[in-house]
């Protein structure tokens, strides 16, 4: 019984050092995401940022501005945002931890590894120092890929928290909302080919967060504005698209003589991209805006479809190519934010001093040395991830890794494809996801190096203690220390082999 002592000692020591370790990584892991935010000394903004905040005091619904984050934004409003920077920097320190988890990859050192590659080569501490929707457009891929495709390995009440952290991100923002849509569809045409490997119960949890985040923004929306109706602003969005692309010039030059639209007196005028149409100094102002040329934009957008169907499908395959490619980091936040400025004077005067005092308001971030980095590991990443997902399905059958590489290839695919047809390209829509195949390429590293091959948990089902498993689930160095028993009965040590 010595060395069944001794293996006792040793492994109690190591469970004492992992719980160290796990503090450490609970700890450091959000105030590195949080890294940005803190230098600055305010939360980063970004032009679309006073749209969601404006929300809760305008009280009526805006183009592309959900008011289910414009709510998550107010609840922060008294912590001058802090509130919900934290709530970001400890969503995304979970999430990462229950993707390593379920994964096979639950030791604190390796937890804080991946968090501190991803911090110093993605856009991820970006994200998350940042008031907008995306950092939970990345979460919830993550999120919506433990509901599916590990439904045994989490808690109810882990799932309860997947769940809802996966509805608000479909609430959050149309896009997020057709990416997780777009995977679900994926999975169920999928599934049959799996061999079991995505069951029906995941499937059918991770398809009901769409239905949960539609129905949550149509709640908000009511209880905000007093009208059960979904986001406006998708013809206008996606008319800037064919505006940008030259279909829409092409329009009016086929239909001016025939049909009375408001722009054709304008037609030979149209700016050339669509924030400039949308957002800049534009005819758009003249016509009156959004309520009074979204009739009119509608009409264009869908007959456009109709009428240049081969040009529509060059364009939105041009323009997905083009947005896989723009990945870099800073979009939106190095630039002048009138608007946003504007809104936190009218409505949050108290906040006006520190907002300005903040180094993004002073003019002191300059992306160009940061992306020198990001971009390129954010491109390799997405290469080697479907390079992960192409051997993974060659080999057969499909392993956690395999799985997560597919569904993260496909999010980017699917991400690029919806930006680049309705908005058309920008750099801020690739980052938004780009970091998921660096996390991809990095758990694979550590599972090539470590000699593990898909060392995912065994399903809860296969352990008869409940509170066993999640002890399993928290660290490898638990299962170790609660089967020191069942080691010396199997005549495992070595004093005994002889």
């Known amino acids: 019984m010595g060395g069944s002592h001794i293996s006792t000692q040793i492994l109690r020591a190591r469970t004492a050092a992992n719980a160290w370790s796990a503090w450490i990584a609970a700890i450091a892991i959000p105030l590195m995401l949080l890294a940005p935010a803190l230098w600055n000394g305010y939360p980063l903004l970004q032009w679309d940022t006073g749209g969601y905040l404006a929300r809760w005091y305008e009280g009526y619904l805006v183009p592309s501005r ?36 379920v994964l096979g990859q639950s030791q604190p050192l390796r937890l804080l590894s991946v968090s ?35 439904p045994e390995r989490t808690s109810i009440a882990e799932k309860c928290l997947l769940f809802g952290l996966t509805a608000f991100a479909a609430a959050s923002h149309s896009a997020s909302l057709a990416v997780l849509l777009g995977l679900c569809c994926t999975g ?14 995941g499937l059918t949890q991770g398809s009901l967060t769409v239905v949960a985040g539609a129905a949550l923004l149509l709640s908000t929306n009511f209880a905000l504005s007093g009208k059960v109706a979904w986001t406006p602003g998708g013809y206008g969005v996606a008319f800037g698209r064919m505006l940008q692309d030259g279909i829409v010039a092409q329009y009016l030059r086929d239909h001016c003589p025939k049909q009375s639209f408001k722009l054709c007196p304008y037609r030979d005028r149209l700016p050339a991209t669509a924030d ?33 169907p081969a040009w529509q499908a060059k364009a939105a395959l041009t323009g997905t190519a083009r947005q896989l490619a723009q990945v870099a980091t800073g979009e939106g936040t ?6 946003t400025y504007g809104i936190i ?31 390129p590991v954010a491109l390799a990443s997405m290469l080697i991830a479907v390079i992960l997902f192409g051997h993974g399905v060659l080999r057969r059958p499909f392993d956690d890794l ?41 758990i694979a590293a550590i599972r090539h190096f470590t000699g593990g091959d898909d060392r995912s948990l065994p399903p809860r089902q296969e352990v008869g203690d409940a509170r066993l498993v999640d002890l399993v689930a928290d660290g490898a ?9 069942h080691l010396g009965a199997r005549n495992d040590f070595p004093e005994r082999g002889g």
Not at 75 to 88: A, T, V
Not at 120 to 144: E, K, M, N, R
Request: proline share 2%; hydrophobic share 55%.
């Open 66 to 101: 959900s008011t289910t984050f414009g709510l998550y934004l107010h609840f922060g409003e008294d912590s001058s945002f802090w509130i919900n920077l934290g709530i970001n920097g400890l969503a995304t320190l979970w999430i990462l931890q229950l993707t390593l988890r």
């Open 116 to 150: 501190l590659a991803l911090v110093l080569t993605t856009s991820l501490p970006w994200l998350a120092s940042t008031l907008l929707t995306d950092i939970f457009a990345g979460l919830s891929v993550l999120a919506l890929f433990i509901l599916v495709a590990h």
């Open 188 to 201: 169920w045409i999928a599934r049959p080919f799996l061999r079991g490997r995505i069951s029906v119960s």
């Open 276 to 308: 400039q149409f949308l957002w800049g100094n534009s005819m758009f102002n003249t016509l009156g805006r959004f309520q009074g040329l979204n009739d009119e934009m509608g009409f264009i957008v869908l007959h456009s479809l109709v009428e240049y």
């Open 334 to 339: 190095n630039t002048w934010l009138g608007h």
């Open 345 to 375: 004077e009218r409505f949050l005067p108290a906040q006006v001093k520190p907002m300005r005092a903040a180094q993004q308001q002073r003019w002191h971030f300059d992306f160009t040395a940061i992306n020198r980095i990001h971009v």
């Open 402 to 442: 395999t799985l997560l590489a597919g569904m993260v290839s496909f999010a980017l695919l699917g991400n690029a494809f919806i930006c680049a047809a309705i908005s058309g390209p920008h750099d801020r829509y690739g980052a938004r996801l780009a970091w998921l195949a660096t996390m991809v390429v990095l």
């Open 477 to 485: 160095h638990v299962v170790a220390v609660r089967n020191v028993e």
